[in-house]
């Protein structure tokens, strides 16, 4: 972490977790646990159906909801989708794009996670933007080439000013549910490649304050350690952030 340069954050993504009545009342116990830890973000990416409910819990807390993905288009004929002025209009303004999930599952590619983060940038959301490289990159030896490529690819077009509301979730994928973490080490390998991919791109100014979260099998044990690296600006959480004394260890290592 550098919070002298760029904001923390810590972020749970739920995945296909939690009802409504859940979420409630996992909000309610967790709300209390990291009241006035303001250090850093605290968020929560919900299923459509339960982010009503989460807002309303969450509602005067440090809290922030926010939603697993998000459409490029406005309105239409994209069955099961749903777009960033609906996200809008209930009061949503965070939302994940490109987890590793929809790219392995649901065929979403580079190009239609640069078409969903710009449609959330033009809505006024901020984006959590997901990438990293499979088993097979980092074991090839070609991580560094894999993750600069897709993230050129996913910011392409992406001007300088819209990066203030883009943080950047480096997950590689072999270590997702895997309990397989990357050390702190090959961590901030990567994420230290993404700033000098953001450099490049946008200028050591835009790059310096730009968060680059770290995700992957982060829990209450690792967390600590992969925080105090340099270029890890937080954690993307998925297990750990459906139970609240684990996601709270968290948020605590980031104070
Ligand atoms: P786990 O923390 O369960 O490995 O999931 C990480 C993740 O995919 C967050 O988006």
């Given at each position: 972490?550098?919070?002298?340069?760029?904001?923390?954050?810590?972020?749970?993504?739920?995945?296909?977790?939690?009802?409504?009545?859940?979420?409630?009342?996992?909000?309610?116990?967790?709300?209390?646990?990291?009241?006035?830890?303001?250090?850093?973000?605290?968020?929560?990416?919900?299923?459509?159906?339960?982010?009503?409910?989460?807002?309303?819990?969450?509602?005067?807390s440090?809290?922030?909801?926010?939603?697993?993905?998000?459409?490029?288009?406005?309105?239409?004929?994209?069955?099961?989708?749903?777009?960033a002025?609906?996200?809008?209009?209930?009061?949503?303004?965070t939302?994940?794009?490109?987890?590793?999930?929809?790219?392995?599952?649901?065929?979403?590619?580079?190009?239609?996670?640069?078409?969903?983060?710009?449609?959330?940038?033009?809505?006024?959301?901020?984006?959590?933007l997901?990438?990293?490289?499979?088993?097979?990159?980092?074991?090839?030896?070609?991580?560094?080439?894999?993750c600069?490529?897709?993230?050129k690819?996913?910011?392409?077009?992406?001007?300088?000013?819209?990066?203030?509301?883009?943080?950047?979730?480096?997950e590689?994928?072999?270590?997702?549910?895997?309990?397989?973490?990357?050390?702190?080490?090959?961590?901030e390998e990567?994420?230290g490649?993404?700033?000098?991919?953001?450099?490049e791109?946008?200028?050591?100014e835009?790059?310096?304050?730009?968060?680059?979260?770290?995700?992957?099998?982060?829990?209450?044990?690792?967390?600590?350690?992969?925080?105090?690296?340099?270029n890890?600006?937080?954690?993307?959480?998925?297990?750990?952030?459906?139970?609240?004394?684990?996601?709270?260890?968290?948020v605590?290592?980031?104070?």
């Amino acid at each position: 972490m550098n919070p002298a340069k760029r904001r923390t954050v810590i972020a749970g993504n739920w995945k296909m977790n939690f009802t409504p009545a859940e979420a409630v009342a996992f909000i309610n116990e967790i709300k209390p646990m990291v009241a006035g830890k303001d250090n850093c973000d605290i968020i929560f990416c919900a299923p459509y159906v339960t982010i009503a409910a989460a807002l309303e819990a969450a509602k005067g807390s440090n809290i922030v909801i926010g939603a697993e993905n998000v459409h490029f288009a406005p309105k239409g004929a994209y069955t099961g989708e749903v777009s960033a002025e609906m996200l809008k209009a209930i009061g949503v303004d965070t939302v994940i794009i490109g987890h590793s999930e929809r790219r392995q599952y649901f065929g979403e590619t580079d190009e239609t996670v640069n078409l969903r983060t710009k449609a959330a940038l033009a809505a006024g959301m901020r984006v959590i933007l997901c990438m990293g490289e499979v088993k097979e990159q980092r074991e090839a030896g070609i991580t560094n080439e894999v993750c600069a490529m897709q993230i050129k690819l996913d910011l392409a077009g992406i001007p300088a000013e819209d990066m203030k509301n883009i943080v950047i979730a480096y997950e590689p994928v072999w270590a997702i549910g895997t309990g397989l973490t990357a050390t702190p080490e090959q961590a901030e390998e990567t994420c230290g490649v993404i700033r000098d991919v953001l450099v490049e791109l946008y200028g050591k100014e835009v790059a310096e304050a730009t968060t680059i979260q770290y995700g992957g099998s982060m829990n209450d044990a690792n967390a600590a350690d992969l925080l105090a690296k340099p270029n890890i600006d937080g954690g993307l959480i998925g297990g750990a952030s459906l139970v609240a004394k684990k996601f709270t260890a968290i948020v605590d290592a980031a104070q």
